[in-house]
Nanobody, 115 residues
Framework: VQLVESGGGMVQPGGSLRLSCAASGFTFRNYDMSWVRQAPGKGPEWVSAIDTGGGRTDYLDSVKGRFIISRDNAKNTLYLQINSLKPEDTALYYC?????????WGQGTQVTVSS
C-alpha cells in the first residue's frame, strides 16, 4: 500500500490549496478514505472522510463549509480542497485508508498559513 500526498505549501490567511493523494497497492474504489492533520506539538486530528462512491462526506466541525473532500476512483486519487485558510489550519496533512479505523497513512504534505 502506498499513499502519496502532494499540493501543500505556504499560503496567506484566506487562501486556498488543493491537496491530492495518489493511492496504489490496493483496490482504491473499495475503501472509504480520510484526511487527518497534525499541527506542531499536537496529536493527530481527523479532518474529513468520504465513502467509496463519494456520495457521503463527513467533516470536522471547524472545517465545515471551507474544506471539500472528493475522490476520482478512475485515477485512484483522493483530494481535499481547502479554502478560506486560517493560521490554525497549519499542519501536516495525511491521507489515510479507511474511516473508523485508519489502516494506512501517507507521509503527509505540509500546509502553512501565515501572513
Amino acid at each position: 500500500v502506498q499513499l502519496v500526498e502532494s499540493g501543500g505549501g505556504m499560503v496567506q490567511p484566506g487562501g486556498s490549496l488543493r491537496l491530492s493523494c495518489a493511492a496504489s497497492g490496493f483496490t482504491f474504489r473499495n475503501y472509504d478514505m480520510s484526511w487527518v492533520r497534525q499541527a506542531p506539538g499536537k496529536g493527530p486530528e481527523w479532518v474529513s472522510a468520504i465513502d467509496t462512491g463519494g456520495g457521503r462526506t463527513d467533516y470536522l466541525d471547524s472545517v465545515k463549509g471551507r474544506f471539500i473532500i472528493s475522490r476520482d476512483n478512475a485515477k485512484n486519487t483522493l483530494y481535499l480542497q481547502i479554502n478560506s485558510l486560517k493560521p490554525e489550519d497549519t499542519a501536516l496533512y495525511y491521507c489515510a485508508r479507511g474511516r473508523t479505523i485508519l489502516l494506512d497513512w501517507g507521509q503527509g504534505t505540509q500546509v502553512t498559513v501565515s501572513s
